[in-house]
């Protein structure tokens, strides 16, 4: 197997070409080094503003603006400038140095080996059937003939080539598979949202997406598929991984990225970045722990669209209504439009809730991965049309935090006491292996306390073990805050009580923060949690007394001082158990480290910071 990869994927820059040029200077120097950069979406923008967008075109294309990495840019939502065009069409995809355009249903090998296929352009349900050709990059849809081109394309010839000295240099070598490394689109597939856990950002998300595009995701089953236009304004939504049984357990992931560029929304901006690491060539791995059933296989199966008819139809909610065709492709009304768009809400939501699984609101679970991006979803006792059977719930053998599990991570073990061990978390959130990182605690410092004994939650322990569970665990937290301020840090430590019909294993995480953040934690909790509805309670400790014996949910912060932040976890409302991983990386400047799988290291780099956080810890660990 190669050596992985280093890959940053981002937003739409919406014609702000310059910004990101510097943006991903910056994020490069201090994270890097990247082996490119995907650019999803719109990179130029709407043509209809021509102040700066066309100002900054100019100047890339006469290699006046330069890349710091080698960037993949694609067609999203609107046509290209004609300069584009003519400039991809003269020189094969190359617009200047270290900037190469793919072709709206291009398949290209890179240097590395990697595979990256594109489907740029939005859908529309007449273009899509009628088009007599596939438009090109000056019409901003894709139609039949496009997803065919890119069918095709897939098992068309590519090539290993050395240098990214131009686009139209990366041809031909014969390939046997239609499977892709990374895809590229500025369409939702429709059915990625089925079967997951992960709450959607936006109601209107809820919609149907591109039906034509599953069976493309079915043949060419890629490893990472990135999409762009994930509501107005664009929203970060990343589901869970899933698996391919009939490709040798092939695991695929789907991100839909935030836009970087365009007009300013209210409140905080949406994620539009997301760093990974992906080995052209890998082995089999083992299944992800958070790995959901496969939509594309294991879904409710949704027939492609139909096109629109030019004579009059039904209503397809309160059957004989009729509706005017022509305005309803027009849009002209305002209200039909916000009557329409009220009435596919209610439709979606209906449709989601008769067809989605009822496992699969708990299709993730916090004890697999204590670093997993998840949101909690409701689970409901009954379905429409027929009670749900019961839930199984995960055993100490399937559970990743339990120590009779043969999968559990045991090199990242740093400590085990009578009730508790500590273990270092995989992708934790602070950095150690660059030479640029400011390691203040040996080996990172960012520790999982779990209890050895198997329960969902510390609320849940029954008396005759909660009480020696506890104290050990408040034994190890002094232990690292002694330990931390022996190190000039102080220590932060949160909780995630969530329950649910699954179980799951309880834990408790502590990360180090340098001193001059200690002033800001608390603020920086509540802050940050006001962006997402999420309210501390005036009395933390009444708060945790309501959820003892497993009556609620919850979510508690130790700070430093010994003062406690409590959440109450309301059902049917959304939590991410990423929330205090959030809060500490936007608090310590590293953003980038939100995402757990973009910071796990190899298994030798872990034993390594496992064996300095050891040597280190020996003289305060209490279990001696």
């Not at 700066?52 to 603006?65: H, I, V, W």
């Not at 950095?431 to 510390?458: A, E, M």
């Amino acid at each position: 197997m190669t050596n992985p990869l280093k890959i940053l994927a981002v937003g739409s820059a919406a014609g702000s070409i310059k910004d990101l040029f510097a943006k991903i200077k910056v994020i490069d120097a201090k994270h890097g080094k990247f082996d490119l950069v995907l650019c999803t979406g719109d990179f130029f923008g709407p043509q209809d503003d021509v102040s700066n967008l066309e100002d900054e075109t100019s100047q890339l294309l006469a290699g006046e603006l330069e890349a710091p990495i080698d960037c993949y840019i694609m067609q999203g939502d609107h046509p290209l400038p004609e300069k584009v065009v003519e400039k991809f069409a003269k020189d094969g995809g190359e617009l200047c140095e270290r900037v190469f355009l793919l072709s709206k249903s291009g398949i290209i090998t890179t240097a590395h080996g990697l595979r990256i296929a594109c489907l740029g352009g939005k859908y529309d349900a007449d273009v899509y059937s009628t088009a007599a050709s596939a438009p090109g990059f000056l019409s901003p849809h894709f139609s039949s003939q496009t997803l065919e081109r890119l069918l095709s394309n897939s098992f068309a010839e590519t090539s290993k080539v050395q240098s990214y000295e131009s686009l139209a240099a990366i041809k031909s070598s014969a390939s046997s598979s239609q499977l892709i490394d990374i895809f590229m689109t500025n369409v939702w597939p429709s059915a990625v949202k089925q079967l997951s856990g992960v709450a959607l950002p936006l109601p209107e998300l809820m919609f149907p997406g591109v039906s034509e595009l599953d069976e493309v995701i079915r043949r060419i089953k890629p490893r990472y598929h990135f999409a762009a236009s994930g509501g107005v304004p664009p929203q970060f939504w990343e589901r869970e991984p899933f698996v391919w049984d009939d490709a040798e357990g092939r695991v695929s992931r789907f991100i839909s990225l935030g836009a970087f560029g365009g007009a300013a929304s209210p409140g905080k901006k949406p994620r539009w970045f997301y760093a990974f690491s992906i080995a052209p060539n890998p082995g089999q791995g083992p299944r992800p722990a958070n790995a959901s059933k496969n939509p594309f296989t294991e879904g409710v199966y949704r027939p492609a669209k139909r096109p629109h008819q030019s004579t009059e139809g039904e209503n397809f909610i309160f059957g004989n209504c009729k509706v005017n065709q022509e305005s309803h492709h027009k849009a002209t009304s305002v209200d039909a439009v916000i009557r329409l768009r009220f009435l596919l809400i209610i439709y979606s939501l209906a449709t989601l809730y008769e067809t989605v699984q009822p496992e699969t609101s708990e299709a993730i679970q916090a004890g697999k991965n204590p670093n997993q991006v998840m949101f909690v979803v409701p689970v409901e006792g009954e379905r429409r049309g027929g009670k749900r059977g019961p839930v199984k719930e995960i055993g100490p053998d399937e559970c990743w935090f339990c120590l009779s599990n043969p999968n559990l991570a045991k090199h990242l073990i740093v400590a085990i006491g009578s009730e508790c061990y500590l273990t270092l978390p995989k992708g934790q959130i602070i950095p150690t292996q660059s030479s640029s990182d400011r390691v203040v605690v040996p080996g990172g410092g960012h520790i999982l306390i779990v209890p050895i004994t198997h329960f969902p939650t510390y609320t849940t322990l029954p008396e005759d073990l909660a009480g020696p569970v506890v104290e050990e665990t408040e034994k190890y937290k002094s232990a690292l805050q002694a330990m931390y301020a022996k190190h000039g840090a102080v220590g932060v430590a949160f909780e995630v009580g969530r329950l649910s019909a699954k179980g799951g294993h309880a834990h408790v995480q502590s990360v180090p923060v340098p001193l001059e953040f200690k002033d800001r934690l608390e603020d920086a909790f509540i802050q940050e949690g006001r962006q997402f509805g999420i309210e501390f309670e005036e009395d933390a400790d009444a708060a945790m007394d309501s959820c003892r014996g497993g009556k609620g949910s919850y979510f508690k912060v130790n700070l430093p001082d010994g003062r406690k932040m409590v959440h109450l976890i309301k059902d049917h409302v959304p939590f991410s158990i990423q929330f205090g991983r959030q809060v500490l990386v936007n608090l310590l400047g590293m953003p980038d480290r939100f995402d757990w799988k973009a910071c796990m290291l190899s298994e030798d780099e872990d034993k390594a910071d496992a064996q300095a956080f050891k040597t280190a810890f020996a003289a305060f660990d209490p279990s001696g």
